[in-house]
């Protein structure tokens, strides 16, 4: 992965006129700021290369090192290693929820959150997002609850831990499950205590464009014995011995070649993170000075480890829609993406469990976009991006 110390200098170009790119102007930046940058580092190679050279595929030592650091580092007990993060749901859904039970879940996700949900047999019951953290909003959630309730699911969205204190106060009360998923949160804290502290289960994902990328990989985190060993058996077709099959499961294995390369990334993945949260402190000044922009909030108590850097456009102020404002801004050579441009109620897949839509989900998916804060970026990136929103939000403001 490139560093900001080896990256290119990008080519600025200096836009006298204001005319927007997408209308004929010339663009902020010539050479457009890269959304993601991942890839792999020669260390991740060798490590991977190295469990190529002996042969032995299959997952073993390296995924077994990987889920004893990444334990240590999310402040869990346990860490199973597993092929990707929709298995990371599935493995920690099915020892938890129950088949025909209700289980909450933010409409402001990615479908597998709801989807292994519906896998497991359980149904989603959509709750609304809080705006500014656009994490589960907790009271939502209490009203929601039927007699058929039994558990929680909630995403530590964007890198941001949802408001642990108040999901887990709900659990408590009655008596619910919770499994956290925190695909994109890998190394967010709460209450300066790794995420995988909290809850019944945690899981991750490793999907090429994660913070921590294996290609494809996941991770399920568990504090309690007795389930770790329930997980670690579904994964592997409930086997305790060989060809002795104990209860029924998966084959959700990772191979030793990711378990290698995850390691490897694990291993600067802290000083990644703080890279990651210096860009996004950079990024809060820039927009705070933006009329009609909304940096990300923290919830109270986390550390966001900002997989993705969510602004929130207040579209009322503006003559354009978010479409076209990510347009423009990615014709001044941002690259942007909507994460997600609809809410889980609006999913054809969900229409059998969908009693109503959710107006401030609805809101999130015609207001959001992500601009890049990766580790890579210079300190003119951040500059050149905050010139083109200001640039953008400027032509576009009513
Ligand atoms: C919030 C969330 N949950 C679950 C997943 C599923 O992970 P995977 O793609 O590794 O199956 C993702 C992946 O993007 C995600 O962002």
Redesign the pocket.
Known sequence: MPTAANSPSPVVVADKSRTLAIKGGTPVRANPVPLISAGLTPEDIEAATAVLKSGMLRQGARCAEFEKEFAALTDARHALTC???????QLAYEPLFNAGDDVLVPAW?????AS?IVARGARPVFVESDPDTMCIDVADAERRITPRTTAIAA???YGNPVNIDGVQALAKKRNFKVVY????AHLATYHGKGIGAYGDAV?Y???A??NISTG???MVTVNDDALAKQIGLLRSHGETGKYLHESVGYNYRMTDVEGAIGLSQLRRAPALTAQRRQNANRLDALIGKIDGLQAPKATPGAEHSY?LYTVRLDVDRFGATRDEFVAALQSEGVQCAV?YPRSLTRQPAFSAFVTEHLPGADRLAASVFCIPVHPALTERDIADIGEALAKVADALRR
């Open positions: 092929a990707n993060g929709t298995c990371a749901l996700t990615y479908i597998a959150t292994m995403t530590h969205l998923d925190a695909a994109q899981t994902s490793f999907y464009t994660k494809e990989g996941g997989h994460h």
